[in-house]
């Protein structure tokens, strides 16, 4: 079956570095569509951004992700974090046809000051 | 926006009672689902529906079962409610290509 690996557990970053949060998949499917969904304390979790184009970088608030189907990789990255990027964050798949994700489960990032 | 509501949002059961969690969306979304969020395993589906009447299988469903009576309602019951089954709950409705979810604002259920 699909599965999605994620950076585990914590990431502490300093206020105005760059991030990188890793994700790595496996699928045997080719047409396959990812996502990000981050959930801030106490919310619910929420699409940040989404790709199904190989090697297309895809923004959404100042992130980015590009994905890598000859590395199996959706990684995502910003350049300046801020401290209200502090959230739990999903990477997640969908194969073709499905109408169900298969996420991750989870890296949560702390930004300090 | 999309408008996903669970009730009640937050629950404290005994063990071997019955509970019901339900979800009630306005998007007109055929499909709902239904995930519960755990520190080390993150989101896993339970049960999801395709539309009114429909049921499906997630990949923990052993000890929960699902009902769709409508459009709008999905339900998620426990019949004999366990230690094991103390989480996090969110229902999520999403349209038929399943791209973007929206997520209720979660049921914390604490079985004693």
């Known amino acids: 079956g699909d599965s999605v690996t994620q950076t585990e557990g914590l990431v502490t970053v300093t206020e105005g570095l760059p991030v990188m949060l890793n994700c790595t998949y496996q699928?045997?499917?080719?047409?396959?569509?990812f996502f990000w969904y981050v959930q801030y304390l106490n919310e619910a979790p929420k699409l940040l951004l989404r790709?199904?184009?190989?090697?297309k970088r895809t923004e959404h608030q100042g992130f980015h992700a590009t994905l890598h189907k000859s590395s199996s990789s959706f990684h995502l990255q910003k350049s300046s974090v801020q401290l209200s990027d502090s959230a739990l964050y999903y990477c997640?798949?969908?194969?073709?046809?499905?109408?169900?994700?298969?996420f991750g489960k989870g890296t949560v990032l702390l930004v300090s000051p | 926006e999309a408008a996903v509501t669970q009730s009640p949002r937050n629950k404290v059961a005994v063990t071997g009672g019955k509970v019901t969690l339900s979800c009630n969306q306005t998007?007109?979304?055929?499909?709902m689902y239904w995930y519960r969020q755990d520190t080390g395993h993150g989101l896993r589906l339970i049960h999801y529906?395709?539309?009114?009447?429909?049921?499906e299988k997630g990949d923990i469903p052993d000890g929960y079962k699902a009902s769709r009576p409508s459009q709008e309602n999905f339900s998620l019951i426990l019949e004999l409610a366990t230690p094991s089954q103390t989480s996090v709950y969110f229902c999520?409705?999403?349209?038929?290509?399943?791209?973007?979810?929206?997520f209720g604002a979660g049921t914390r259920l604490s079985v004693l």
């Open positions: 999520a409705s999403g349209e038929g290509k399943g791209d973007t979810l929206y």
């Open positions: 699928t045997a499917y080719s047409d396959v569509a």
């Open positions: 790709s199904s184009t190989d090697n």
């Open positions: 997640a798949l969908r194969r073709p046809g499905y109408n169900k994700l298969t």
């Open positions: 998007n007109n979304h055929n499909n």
């Open positions: 529906s395709y539309g009114a009447g429909s049921t």
